[in-house]
């Protein structure tokens, strides 16, 4: 059942951008997003940092995972496992921090 459903909003998050008051998400957004609600437990970016979790991925590390997409990452966030906690986003907050970690994807990764 989960996999379905994030596999149906993988594919309806591109329209989902499309209608808010944007057509693309922004990266830079997301970035600022990022370092006021995530880094109390993943890395972000390249900055250090003094809250990280060593035990939680860092979002370079989810950005580099084999197949990695917006949606998949957008999904993770909207229906998160524990510890991750629930956080209140808008579709455009959700977009924008979904493509800030897909830009750290490395260039010839997967």
């Given amino acids: 059942m989960l996999v379905r459903l994030l596999i149906v909003f993988g594919l309806c998050l ?4 499309l209608a808010g008051p944007t057509s693309r998400p922004d ?15 993943h890395l972000v970016g390249s900055v250090r940092q ?5 035990d939680v991925p860092s979002f370079r590390e989810i950005a580099n995972l084999p197949e990695q997409t917006e949606g998949a990452v957008a999904a993770r966030i909207m229906l998160p496992k524990h510890p991750m906690p629930q956080i209140p986003l808008t579709k455009s907050e959700l977009s924008d921090l979904a493509a800030y970690i897909l830009s750290l994807r490395e260039p010839n990764a997967h």
């Fill in 14 to 17: 591109p329209g989902m951008a």
């Fill in 27 to 41: 990266p830079e957004t997301g970035k600022a997003l990022a370092e006021r609600l995530c880094t109390n437990c």
């Fill in 50 to 54: 003094e809250h990280a979790n060593p």
